[in-house]
C-alpha cells in the first residue's frame, strides 16, 4: 500500500485494516495459491505491484527451477525428524517413572515439560510457512509470541534439573556448586527484569522475517529483535545454562570418564551457539536433551 487505506475481509468477516506500508497477496505469488481474502479500498489510494514474472525469477533457483520458498522444505523435515527424536526422550524418561524416587520424578517432569516446550518450537518452524498469510499473520504471531513466552519456563526448570544431575552423578565439588548458585541467581534475575519489561511499557515485539539457509530455501517466521535490552535478557540466562551444563560434563568426565555427557554438553553448547531459530540450533537443542536424559541416569 502505497497511499489510502485498504480493508482484508474473509468469509465477510474484517480481518485485517492495511495502511500505508502493509502488503498483501504474498502467499499467491509465493505458492500460487487462490486469494483467501478480499480487499477493499475505503478511500481512494494507490498501491505497488509485484510483477509475477520478477517474483517467479526471484523466488526460483535459476538454474534447476525449483522454488526457493516451499510449504513444506528439507528444513521441515529436519525440524519434524527432532520433534519425533524428542518424543522418543519422553517415551524413555517415562518408562523410569514408576521405579523413580519422588525427587527424579520431578526432574521427570520438568524434563518433559521442556520436551513438550521444543517439541511445540521444533513443529511451528517445520510448518511456519502453511501459517503464513502474509505481513498480516495473526494465528502464526499468536504461535510464535506463545514460543517466546515459554522460554522462561524452561530456563526457570533447568537449574533444579542441573543440580538433580549433579546430585546423582556424585558431583561434589564446592567451585561447581558456586557456579551452579551464580549461574542460576543470575539467570532468575535477568528474567525477573525480563518478565518486568511489560509493566514498564517494553512489550516484546515480534516482527515477520524471512529465513534462509545456505541451500536458498526459505521460510517465514516471527521473531524478536535481535539486538537491545530484550535480547540480552533471553539469550544470557539461555547461555549460562549451556555453560553450567558444559562445567558439569566435564565434572562427570573427570569423575567417570562418561564420554557420552561431555560430548552431548560440548555440542550442545557449540551447536545452539548458532544462528537463532536454525535447524543447526535445534540439533544443539535435541544434544542438551539426551545429555540431560544421560545425566538424569534414565540411559
Request: aromatic share 10%.
Amino acid at each position: 500500500v502505497k497511499s489510502g487505506t485498504f480493508v482484508s475481509t474473509r468469509r465477510g468477516r474484517t480481518a485485517a485494516r492495511l495502511l500505508p506500508g502493509a502488503s498483501f497477496g504474498e502467499p499467491t505469488v509465493l505458492w500460487q495459491r487462490s486469494h483467501a481474502a478480499t480487499i477493499t479500498a475505503e478511500v481512494p489510494g494507490e498501491l505497488w505491484v509485484v510483477d509475477m514474472h520478477d517474483s517467479h525469477m526471484a523466488m526460483h533457483c535459476p538454474h534447476t527451477g525449483k522454488p526457493k520458498c516451499k510449504l513444506v522444505s528439507s528444513d521441515s523435515a529436519c525440524y519434524l525428524s527432532l520433534a519425533c527424536i524428542l518424543l522418543c526422550f519422553a517415551a524413555v524418561a517415562l518408562r523410569h517413572w514408576p521405579a523413580a524416587s519422588s525427587a527424579l520424578r520431578i526432574s521427570i517432569v520438568s524434563y518433559l515439560v521442556e520436551l513438550g516446550c521444543l517439541v511445540f518450537e521444533f513443529t511451528l518452524n517445520a510448518l511456519s510457512n502453511l501459517g503464513f498469510r502474509g505481513t498480516h499473520s495473526p494465528t502464526l504471531q499468536r504461535m510464535y509470541s506463545w514460543l517466546y513466552n515459554l522460554l522462561p519456563v524452561m530456563l526457570l526448570l533447568a537449574y533444579p534439573r542441573i543440580h538433580t544431575v549433579m546430585r546423582l552423578q556424585g558431583l561434589r565439588q564446592w567451585w561447581l556448586g558456586a557456579a551452579l548458585a551464580v549461574n542460576a541467581s543470575l539467570s532468575y534475575a535477568l528474567l525477573a527484569v525480563d518478565l518486568m519489561l511489560p509493566w514498564l511499557g517494553q512489550d516484546l515485539k515480534l516482527v515477520p522475517v524471512l529465513k534462509r539457509n545456505k541451500r536458498g530455501n526459505m521460510r517465514f517466521a516471527y521473531a524478536m529483535n535481535y539486538k537491545g535490552l530484550s535480547f540480552l535478557l533471553k539469550v544470557i540466562p539461555s547461555f549460562l545454562v549451556l555453560l553450567q551444563v558444559l562445567l558439569v560434563g566435564v565434572c562427570v568426565y573427570n569423575q567417570s570418564r562418561n564420554v557420552a555427557f561431555l560430548t552431548g554438553s560440548v555440542l550442545a553448547f557449540l551447536l545452539c551457539c548458532a544462528a537463532p531459530g536454525s535447524p543447526v540450533q535445534a540439533l544443539g537443542e535435541t544434544f542438551l536433551e539426551a545429555t540431560f536424559l544421560c545425566g538424569l541416569m534414565l540411559i
